[in-house]
């Protein structure tokens, strides 16, 4: 699961990453957001939708995103 | 009014809170988080500090102890609930209270003593606030319907939002306006020892909802 910061809600943790970029030398890189990802094994995967909306995210400030390896 | 102070692993300004609510009340005692019982209480605070570490968001896995499921349902049929720091992540994290708490704006732990206006009566109060996830956030139009409701307790005085918080919001309350939390700490502010007792009218103004 992928949580990040909601689209317009100021990430003050990704805008210190982006302006410690240019003094590393890295250039034209922009919107950086900072999220986070959780690991797990499921054995029915249908359920972590649910799991996400409950517990993993709040949906209100951070929207999710699952992938299934 | 006996007042009951949860206690979370992690917890760290219970003491203060039961001191306080000992100072304002007719007695407290502490609540443990893995007991549903709430011991006969008249009104709870869910105290400062880092339940369960903090792990996840602030608040998130607290929510769901016993101790916050009691709480939710008491608070539903009216009684008194006070979330301060912590607690009030704990709060919005439980749905008790709209909109959540997110990083200061500049990344920094603020420790400090702030103003806060209380939002109808304009009443200002010198109280500390220390917290490094203190920037209140909702959406526009759920803030809008929270400021038709009365819903905006307390914000902070001019020049006093140091951590970003929308509209100045330092502290909501639900609907009812049983429910309430803020960022500040109103119980390290009860004894003319540390400077202000305005926190006690944070308390005074939980213990008018409760009559």
Not at chain 2, 132 to 150: K, S
Not at chain 2, 193 to 204: K, N
């Amino acid at each position: 699961m992928l949580i990040r910061p909601k689209e317009g809600i100021l990430d003050p943790q990704g805008k210190a990453v982006e302006r410690a970029l240019p003094a590393l030398g890295f250039e034209g890189i922009e919107h950086v957001h900072v999220g986070r990802m959780v690991e797990l094994e499921a054995e029915s995967p249908e359920q972590l939708g649910e799991l996400c909306e409950k517990l993993l995210a709040n949906t209100l400030i951070e929207d999710y995103e699952i992938q299934t390896l | 009014m006996i007042w009951g102070v949860l206690q979370f692993p992690g917890s760290c300004d219970e003491r203060d809170a039961l001191h306080a609510c000992e100072v304002h009340g007719d007695g407290a005692r502490l609540l443990w988080h893995e007991s549903r019982d709430l011991d006969g209480v008249d009104g709870v605070v869910v105290p400062g500090g880092f339940s369960y570490g903090d792990y996840l968001r602030a608040g998130a896995i607290a929510r769901f102890s016993p101790a916050m499921e009691a709480v939710a349902e008491a608070a539903a049929g009216g009684m008194p609930v006070l979330g301060i720091c912590n607690g009030f992540q704990v709060l919005c994290e439980a749905g008790l209270l709209p909109g959540a708490l997110l990083r200061n704006v500049e990344l920094r732990f603020r420790c400090h003593q702030v103003e806060l206006i209380e939002e109808g009566t304009g009443e200002r109060l010198s109280i500390p606030a220390k917290h490094g996830e203190g920037r209140y956030y909702a959406p526009d139009a759920l803030l809008d319907e929270m400021e038709t409701n009365g819903q905006i307790a307390y914000r902070y005085a001019e020049g006093h939002n140091s951590n970003g918080s929308v509209r100045d919001i330092a502290g909501v309350t639900n609907e009812r306006g049983n429910v309430l939390g803020l960022m500040p700490h109103p119980e390290h502010a009860v004894d003319p020892l540390t400077g202000s007792t305005d926190g006690l009218r944070v308390f005074e103004r939980m213990s008018g909802v409760a009559a």
